[in-house]
């Protein structure tokens, strides 16, 4: 039985062959590998598709993340406030920075950071009075975004940075917006497997602030001012190259196509694995871009069991996350030891299912199939 496979971008790249290799072409002939035509095309209709003022587009997410909280200034003795059940990309920037990440829960049916927890803890770091709280990462999980309204109501009470970390969620909406211009600075990322990704490392960062853009700019390519040997402040090689501009191009044409496309295959799995597990909740008044299709079995033991029984019918899953962010050796030494009982739950039990443009609906049926199989 030919394996299913769990992101096809085989079938992809032949979907756009002639526009990338006109695409490609003409960075090979030009030769601006570096900050080329391409990289601010890119922007501009990075820029126009999310609705935001200003875009920069950098070297991956990671870099983008770190880019936003340098330009704020984050560092020793701050404190930044960030879901435990996430990637590490988002704690591990505060942390190299010389900050402290400050792990918050999420909500148990949408897996996204739980601001009634955000405030809880906020009044906690003011009392023990160790650290300043600084900023707040939003970050939109799996393809759904994060209680914008919520977070940003916060930080206006408590003068707190907002960063949104899209890299999972570019094309999701809220409240009929494009994610992108919901907190002070959003960042994505372009790695290969996002809703929008490039043929290697890549991201970009977007703010409705004229001067924030300037200093991302600047931060991205060592701190330079208004000429190329003027160093105005401590900054990074965080260039996005010009031929993964040029790939994000050929693929921005189809992406709205492959956004619709990823909802069809989420709505089939709703329908058809509803009664044998917990299929993921929407957060209301918006859509998602569905990086990840993540069910919830009812314990690692059962978790174990389906994916065996998923793996021998060719039928690939994983687990996002198998350890919330507080439990990992790398952060251990920075938490203060506050449980965080909904990411230590949701560790345990959650399994996300192949979803991309190319999955058929016969592969998407042999899916939920194999999922009713393994579950006996
Ligand atoms: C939530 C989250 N934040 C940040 C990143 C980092 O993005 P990149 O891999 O482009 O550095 C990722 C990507 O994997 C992510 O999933």
Redesign the pocket.
């Given at each position: 039985m030919t394996p299913i496979p769990f992101l096809d971008l085989k079938a992809q790249q032949a979907r756009i062959a002639p526009e990338l290799r006109r695409r490609l072409d003409a960075v090979l002939a030009h030769g601006q590998f570096i900050l080329g035509p391409e990289v601010a095309e890119l922007e501009a209709a990075l820029a126009a598709f999310c609705g935001a003022a200003q875009c920069v587009a950098v070297s991956?997410?990671?870099d983008a993340?770190q880019i936003a909280l340098m330009a704020e200034g984050i560092g020793p003795g701050d404190a930044v406030f960030l879901p435990a059940f996430?990637?590490t990309?988002?704690a591990e920037v505060p942390l190299l920075l010389g900050a402290v990440p400050v792990f918050v829960d999420v909500d148990p049916s949408t897996f996204q950071i739980d601001p009634a927890h955000l405030s809880a803890r906020i009044a906690a770091v003011r009392a023990a009075g160790r650290l300043r709280p600084r900023a707040v990462i939003g970050?939109d999980l799996f393809g759904q975004p994060a209680d914008w309204p919520a977070l940003g109501a916060i930080a206006a009470r408590e003068g707190l940075f907002t960063l949104d970390?899209l890299?999972?969620s570019f094309g999701a909406t809220l409240g009929g917006r494009k994610l992108g211009a919901m907190a002070d600075a959003t960042a994505t990322?372009f790695?290969p497997s996002k809703p929008l990704g490039a043929y290697g490392?890549g991201?970009a960062l977007f703010t409705e602030s004229a001067e924030r853009a300037a200093l991302f700019r600047s931060l991205r390519t060592h701190g330079e001012g208004a000429t190329r040997y003027e160093v105005l402040r401590t900054g990074m090689n965080g260039r996005l190259d010009t031929l993964q501009a040029a790939v994000l191009l050929a693929k921005l044409p189809v992406f709205r196509e492959e956004l619709a496309a990823r909802e069809r295959i989420a709505t089939f799995y709703d329908q058809h694995l509803h009664n044998l597990v917990v299929t993921p909740a929407r957060v209301p008044d918006s859509t998602s871009a569905w990086a990840i299709y993540a069910v919830l079995l009812r314990d690692a033991a059962e978790r174990a069991r389906v994916q065996e029984g998923l793996r021998a019918a060719g039928v690939p899953s994983a687990i996002y996350y198998p350890r919330p962010l507080h439990h990992q050796p790398a952060y251990r030494d920075a938490h203060d030891g506050t449980a965080l009982p909904v990411s230590e739950a949701l560790s345990e039990r959650i399994l996300a299912l192949p979803i991309h443009p190319d999955l058929t609906e016969a592969d998407t049926a042999r899916v939920c199939a194999a999922l009713a199989a393994a579950l006996g």
């Open positions: 991956s997410g990671t993340l996430t990637y990309a988002t970050v970390d890299a999972q990322s790695f490392d991201g």
